[in-house]
């Protein structure tokens, strides 16, 4: 049980680093035009 929360945060911490990630990228390509 505690192992399938651990699991689920790691997963959520991992989801939004790559939307940080990708919003980065998003924001430097419209900012390089």
């Known amino acids: 049980m505690l192992f399938a929360l651990l699991v ?13 990630g990708l919003a980065a990228i998003g924001a430097e390509i419209r900012s390089g035009e």
Do not use: E, K, L
Not at 8 to 20: E, L, P, Q
């Open 8 to 20: 689920d945060i790691s997963y959520a911490i991992m989801g939004a680093g790559i939307g940080a």
